[in-house]
């Protein structure tokens, strides 16, 4: 399909998405460490297209989606990077380097995400809670049935756990 079609025209929007909706799909699975966030980006991508497509200029319409998922990717994955820096006291590099830079970031967010998954219940739910959901202290402790000082302290144990595993590695 080389037109975009008008905002209000729901066929041609199918169409497009029908026809660009695998490749698109296909692409962030392989660029994004997590195959629910590569189909989240996907739809996101196909959802921002159509509220800012009064601003298309023209060209060809799969480079113009392909771009707008390249760039929520790559947010998704900045953002996914700073929470792990922010919750693990790690630090990754954040770079916008070659597919082999990407591959190693694929690496390293298996590795945590591994990591993660080991950790003790009690100290994993916490942590899943606030660094990935985005909750506070207080939020996360109301769902878990803790205090918020206890989520701190599990937390603070969790993220000591994972720089102590972290720590050894030699990358």
């Known amino acids: ?25 296909g692409y962030l699975h392989r660029m994004l460490p997590d195959s629910a966030d590569a189909e989240e980006v996907a739809a996101e991508a196909f959802a921002t297209a159509w509220r800012t497509s009064d601003r298309f200029t023209g060209g060809n319409v799969s480079t113009w989606l392909f771009g707008i998922a390249i760039n929520l990717a790559r947010n998704r994955r900045r953002s996914w990077l700073r929470r792990l820096a922010r919750f693990t006291g790690l630090t990754p590099e954040i770079s916008e380097g070659s597919v082999e830079d990407s ?35 207080q939020e996360a402790g109301e769902a878990l049935g803790l205090t918020a000082k206890a989520v701190e302290r599990r937390v603070a144990s969790a993220r000591e756990k994972l720089r102590a595993e972290f720590s050894g590695r030699q990358d």
């Open 1 to 25: 399909m080389s037109l975009l079609p008008a905002k209000d025209d729901q066929a041609g929007w199918r169409t497009l998405f029908d026809e660009w909706n695998p490749r698109i799909r």
């Open 103 to 137: 591959a190693d970031v694929d690496e390293r967010a298996a590795l945590v995400r591994a990591a993660v998954q080991r950790l003790p219940e009690g100290l994993r739910e916490p942590l899943i809670l606030t660094a990935y959901s985005g909750m506070s202290h």
